[in-house]
């Protein structure tokens, strides 16, 4: 890219199989466990991951676990290589008894997709498409509206004790 600039990752706009609240999930699991708080998990914070998932690795088992999805070579997981590992599990594509497997398994993420990859044809492919989009916005509404629902409540709350207060003072 010019300029050498990096693209900006966007986990909403690559990784669309996953609803906003599956990638809010395997964030927070990302950040609980990328102890150094450098944006990415290394071979020790991945070990103390697995073993606080009760699935212990032996250090070659951690270091192929990291190797299946390190793009980019730098031996530790980035958040976007952290969800391949999702995406390859729900695409069937992890060995039963790798470490990987065992991590989404454990994680309790559920990565059961409805996505684009059983679709028959061009124009399933399609309308699955704008049925994902239309879920997206649908769960950005529904977010708003909790929101909205939450303040409404505090504001209640708030002046029914201004209220309860005045009471008192007279």
């Given at each position: ?17 996953f ?47 990291i ?103 007279q």
């Amino acid at each position: 890219s010019p300029g050498g600039g990096r693209r900006v990752f966007s986990p909403a706009g690559e990784f669309r199989e996953f609803s906003r609240r599956q990638l809010r999930d395997m964030e927070r699991l990302f950040r609980q466990y990328d102890a150094g708080k450098d944006g990415f998990i290394d071979l020790m914070e991945l070990k103390l991951m697995m073993e606080k998932l009760g699935a212990p690795q032996t250090h070659l088992g951690l270091k192929n676990m990291i190797k299946e999805v390190d793009e980019d070579l730098d031996s530790k997981l980035s958040f976007r290589e952290f969800l391949l590992i999702f995406r390859k599990a729900a695409a069937g594509e992890l060995q039963e008894d790798s470490g990987l497997h065992a991590l989404a398994r454990l994680s309790e993420i559920d990565v059961s997709t409805e996505g684009v990859k059983g679709a028959k044809s061009f124009f399933e492919a399609k309308v699955q498409a704008i049925h994902d989009a239309s879920r997206f916005e649908e769960e950005i509404k529904a977010e708003q509206e909790e929101k909205k629902k939450q303040a409404e409540e505090l504001k209640q709350r708030k002046a029914a004790f201004k209220e309860l207060q005045s009471t008192f003072k007279q």
